[in-house]
């Protein structure tokens, strides 16, 4: 598999984390992969086949060939039926709201066809996809109706977006009191807040911030991982904490998981990393 991010210029920065491309340009049948929960609402267009999704009870059924995947709270298992070539956007938590301006939470979970929520402007990026001769112009073209999409955008909530700032600047690790307290709001109408703009309360997107820190520690371990220094350093109260947590995100058991080929999510994870935090907060 091969993939590509692009950065995306102001003030779209501020609100996308990146675009993102994969491709493979093989045909021959792929295992089933797990796509984990990273506290972002993406968009997704599939310029080649478009990939199988499995149900809880193990049915499938095709993806759109362009869908808004809302914040997840459990695995994805998918499975490519041809050619790859996917182009993703991929938002900051809370990123997607001033280009969708609907409440997150309505979507969170959920896999949609674009065009169920952007009419015809889900269309319209589809085709300008498809006619641009490369992965740069097609990013660019979707730069652009997203830019215009942004400016029709008034009602900017800096308090919700400081809120978010400092969960993922913690690493996940910050208490919903103290968020409260900082934010000088109570936590009922934090938990509102967050669940219009994120899809998510602040708790969880906490639980899934620390969940993806596991992955940028596994990578910097690279031999076998040290599970017992993991849990501390992620923010877990204990070896137990730590599986119990990760089976719901993940699905598996850590090492269950690590034994697994998963090319595409390998991709995708410790998405929310400090470096790339700092970077927006400060863009």
Known sequence: MQYEEFQPAEPL?????????????????SSQERILPDGCTEIVFHQGDAFDQYNQDGTAERQPMAMLVGQMRRPLVIQPTGRVRVLGVRFWPGGAYPFLQIP?????????????????????????????????????????????????????????????????????????DTLAREMGINSRTLDR????????????????????KVFQMIERQKSSPDWVQIALDCGYYDQSHFIKEFKVFAGKEPTSYLAEQNAMSDHFTGALNPEKVEARMHG
């Open 193 to 212: 807040t967050f669940n219009t703009r994120v899809g998510l309360s602040p708790k969880t997107l906490c639980r899934i911030v620390r969940f993806q």
């Open 13 to 29: 920065a501020q609100h996308i984390k990146c675009f993102w491309i994969l491709e493979n340009t093989f045909t021959h049948s």
């Open 104 to 176: 997150q939470d309505e979507i969170a979970g959920q896999l949609i066809a674009l065009d169920a929520v952007l009419g015809s402007t889900a269309r319209e990026l589809h085709s300008r996809i498809a006619d641009a001769p490369t992965a740069a112009e097609s990013v660019s073209q979707v730069e652009a109706i997203l830019l215009t999409r942004l400016s029709r955008f008034r009602r900017h909530d800096e308090a919700a977006l400081k809120a978010i700032a400092l969960i993922l600047r913690a690493g996940g690790c910050l208490s919903i």
